[in-house]
């Protein structure tokens, strides 16, 4: 079955939003960007940073990721976007002010898994560890089905005796909760982050201020685009504003948002409509 239609989307989202303002969420890998083989070789959907860059001159734009903030900024660079990283862990704000969200994990615990992770995956091809000095991501998108186990149980074991070990985090910023971390399974990807880093989390503060970081007087019509797990808290927080969550998969699944485009391609369709929409209807 196929997806929603983006132009009947944009049209349904300019229409609810109109009189206030519209907080447009974006996850990256999977929404924006073709899912690749290795973090490094994703880039933007054609079209992708054309329609965002006229998006931001009618809405308040965030990129809700789990990649690292630098990452983000090196992809995003030239774009007045809000970059949420690492899940919610920290955000930059469009004039290139920095905010920690959550607390962090303790450096020891980073610094005893990384020898460990290296000893258990050495010698073992298709293994990717992700080191984003914050948080760990394990991925195993190039190693074959057949050859998955046992070394993925053992690298899950490994996370999560990191997750638990006492001190794992430190509380530290807004929002700090002094929890552990925790492991979270994405698409062929584990990562040890702070517990206290979610998605939805970040997408309820997001709401609470407009893109100059000043809280605003009356929230914000919201909409969240996500393909992943990680994602489900963020796409739930949009639909419970009154907003609209849009889960991007190719086949239709238990989820928290009530539409569905089908990819990348499709997500630019709808935020190339949606400008057109925003701008029309506000006489731009
Ligand atoms: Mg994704």
Do not use: N, Y
């Not at 931001?56 to 976007?81: E, K, M, N, Y």
């Not at 994990?105 to 898994?113: E, V, Y």
């Not at 991501?137 to 899950?156: F, Q």
């Amino acid at each position: 079955m196929s997806g929603d239609d983006p132009h009947a989307l944009a049209a349904r989202i300019a229409a609810s939003s109109h009189g206030r303002r519209l907080l447009v969420a974006l996850d990256h890998d999977g929404t924006l960007s073709p899912i690749a083989p290795r973090p490094d070789d994703a880039h933007l959907a054609t079209g992708a940073r054309a329609a965002l860059e006229r998006l931001c001159a009618l809405a308040d734009v965030a990129i809700v990721s789990g990649r690292g903030l630098d990452d983000l900024v090196t992809r995003f660079a030239g774009l007045p976007v809000t970059l949420v990283s690492e899940h919610g862990l920290r955000r930059r704000q469009p004039d290139g002010s920095i905010e920690q969200l959550a607390a962090t994990l303790a450096p020891d615990t980073l610094a005893q898994l990384r020898p460990r992770l290296a000893a258990l995956l050495t010698d073992q091809a298709g293994w990717l560890v992700e080191d984003k000095g914050v948080t760990i991501a394990v991925h195993h998108r190039l190693v074959p089905d057949a050859e998955l186990e046992p070394t993925l149980g053992a690298v899950r074991a490994l996370l999560e005796a990191a997750a638990a070990a006492p001190g794992a985090a430190s509380p530290s910023g807004p929002g700090a909760s002094g929890a552990g971390g925790s492991v979270q399974s994405g698409k062929a990807v584990l990562e040890l982050r702070p517990a206290g880093a979610d998605k939805g989390a970040a997408l309820l503060r997001l709401a609470g201020q407009g893109s100059s970081g000043r809280a605003h007087r009356t929230s914000p019509h919201v909409l969240m685009v996500g393909d992943d797990a990680t994602d489900e808290p963020a796409l739930a927080v949009a639909e419970l504003l009154g907003g609209i969550g849009v889960l991007v998969a190719d086949t239709a699944r238990t989820t928290a948002a009530s539409a569905r485009l089908d990819g990348p391609d499709q997500v630019v369709v709808l935020l190339d409509a949606l400008a057109d929409a925003l701008a029309s209807r506000d006489g731009r």
